[in-house]
């Protein structure tokens, strides 16, 4: 049996805290959120220790003179220049390398998918691919009304055992359909959006609806205005049916309501942060939904629920009005049923915003015909394929590609220690939330482990800048390696969490596509916060795969993927959850 797969909980604890923070506490006011008295040669040689440098006492005695001047800059800056969520910072990350050519795509959207049978019954139809009931909507089948009280019945039913949605906008989204029923029997039709339910996660404002960021100081958050994801959907056509539920601060399934379920085995947690995402899409509960990824979270509760999540390229979709946790990290996509659906979705979010200063316009395009060509060359590692980290589904995807007349390609990438980019997320997101260590409100968390955020954001205030910088230099080093790797390959095939993928990729801005292939039997993951030791119940669950695209190279993803989907024929299962 296969070790269960890594969570971003699991590996962001393998980012490891700096040592020594027992010794700096107990130099600088241990529990206190400012200095506690005057800095000796004593505190520096202390702090040395967590610096990793080794001072003679001249030095030192020179270092106190300065430190004296940098401290107070620091006092002055937190007393004078409040920062919000939505300050990002004056650099900014661009996964363009200059003098690189990419791929412009031309186009718009063109599906490959089949015309649906006749409508089914409310379950089906409930579980039907995005694509499908847009089909049924335009052609007078469904209505947008029908199926809005189809997803709003679901929700009553079961959301109590899932913990998917933070906020249900029952009578928003009964209004939003009524209203596109209008619209679409008065001939003005908007697109395949157009009508479809929808759910957001709880990190994306929404004018005058609670935008509560998972977490209990901020469960009372009302947005005076939508994000441009929000106007976007809105724009064309869909229907808002809720907030869904993610881990506090975008970190795992636990809330402050409690945990996200998965709904193929509700004593587990779908994983995060875009648990009530993923969750109420593979559960029937909407259409789609968005997520957001700054490390995983798309990919990991994707895999967990049996979804599938498109991560986009750095840029592609602006996250103005969105909740910042990284800025030079943070990305949002959208989860569904079906490979296709992911690219209605994107093609409706794309386009730059000015209040996003890392978007930037970029066209997409997608043709069911063409995107999975047979010149697309698909790189992969054996050693990824290998041991009792891999599965069978693992190795019956490179099967399955090579079947299909895809050209597979060895590749090997350097044994660098890209594990050491996450210090990035670690400072990133400790500046974002300043302000809940300073004035010791992150006790309100309802997480307090040792790899939760409020013991993070701590320790990540013991981060050197210096070491900041230096691996902000091997980022570049490793996007320069990702590009010559993919001037060889088209996409790469890799389990969700082998060789490093999934930090790398999100390091160098490189889109995924994760998808379910299909069941396996696994022990059930252990509920966030508790001991790390794997619950010995096993049952079928969920199995995904990713496949990670060359720059703005989605089209292919998407292709690829949904031959994939085909083959495996996912669709056909759906999770048994029990009403409460």
Not at 299 to 318: E, I, M, N, Q
Not at 370 to 380: D, K, L, M, Q
Not at 464 to 481: C, G, H, K
Not at 516 to 540: H, S, Y
Request: hydrophobic fraction near 40%.
């Amino acid at each position: 049996m296969p070790k269960p797969r890594l969570d971003r909980r699991d590996i962001l604890k393998g980012a490891g805290l700096l040592g020594g923070l027992a010794i700096a506490r107990a130099a600088f006011g241990e529990g206190s959120n400012t200095q506690a008295g005057p800095i000796s040669e004593s505190d520096v040689a202390a702090a040395e220790k967590i610096a990793g440098v080794n001072y003679t006492a001249t030095e030192r005695a020179m270092v106190l003179e300065e430190l004296d001047d940098m401290l107070d800059r620091v006092r002055r800056r937190r007393s004078a220049i409040p920062l919000e969520n939505d300050d990002a910072p004056a650099l900014t990350f661009d996964p363009r390398l200059s003098g690189k050519n990419y791929f412009q795509p031309t186009g718009g959207v063109r599906l490959a998918a089949e015309t649906p049978g006749p409508l089914p019954h409310d379950q089906s139809i409930a579980f039907a691919p995005l694509h499908e009931q847009a089909y049924w909507i335009k052609n007078g089948q469904l209505t947008s009304s029908r199926l809005t009280d189809i997803y709003l019945q679901r929700i009553r039913e079961l959301n109590g055992r899932l913990n998917a949605f933070i906020t249900v906008m029952e009578a928003e989204a009964k209004q939003q359909a009524y209203d596109a029923d209008v619209e679409i029997r008065s001939g003005k039709y908007k697109g395949p959006l157009h009508g479809i339910p929808y759910a957001l996660k709880d990190l994306i404002d929404t004018a005058g609806v609670k935008t509560t960021w998972g977490a209990a100081p901020y469960k009372d958050r009302v947005p005076e205005g939508d994000a441009v994801v929000t106007k976007r959907l809105q724009e064309a056509g869909a229907v808002l049916i809720g907030k869904a539920s993610m881990g506090a601060l975008a970190y795992g399934d636990l809330w402050y309501g409690g945990i996200t379920r998965n709904p193929w085995n509700t004593q587990e947690g779908a994983s995060g942060s875009s648990a009530g995402s993923a969750a109420a899409t593979a559960a029937g509960l909407c259409s789609f939904a968005i997520g957001t990824e700054t490390l995983g979270s798309i990919v990991s509760p994707s895999a967990r629920c049996g979804a599938v999540g498109l991560r986009p390229t750095f840029g592609r979709v602006p996250r103005t009005g969105a909740m910042a946790l990284c800025w030079s990290l943070d990305k949002i996509g959208p989860i569904c049923r079906a490979v296709e659906d992911t690219a209605l979705v994107l093609s409706a979010l794309n386009g730059a915003d000015a209040g996003d200063p890392c978007s930037y316009d970029w066209g997409f395009a997608y043709d069911g015909s063409t995107a999975a060509a047979g010149n697309i060359r698909i790189g992969y590692d054996p050693k990824w394929f290998a041991g009792e980290d891999a599965t069978d589904l693992d190795r019956q995807v490179l099967d399955t590609l090579k079947e299909m007349g895809f050209t597979l390609t060895e590749i090997s990438l350097p044994d660098l220690p890209y594990p050491t980019l996450l210090s990035t997320v670690e400072v990133e997101a400790a500046a974002a939330f300043e302000g809940l260590t300073l004035s010791g409100r992150d006790d309100e968390l309802i997480w307090q482990g040792k790899t939760a955020w409020p013991n993070t954001f701590r320790a990540a205030r013991f981060h050197s800048a210096i070491e900041y910088v230096q691996l902000d230099r091997f980022r570049r080093q490793v996007m320069e390696m990702m590009h010559a790797t993919f001037e060889g390959v088209d996409m790469i095939a890799c389990p969700n969490y082998a060789g490093h993928m999934l930090v790398i990729t999100n390091y160098t801005g490189h889109p995924s596509l994760t998808l379910p292939l299909g069941l396996i039997k696994r022990p059930t993951f252990p509920l966030t916060g508790a001991n790390d030791k794997k619950m010995g119940l096993e049952r079928p669950a969920p199995y995904g795969f990713t496949l990670w695209g060359n720059m703005f190279r989605e089209d292919q993803l998407i292709g690829v993927g949904r031959l994939l989907e085909r083959a495996a024929n996912f669709a056909a299962k759906r999770p048994e959850i029990d009403p409460i």
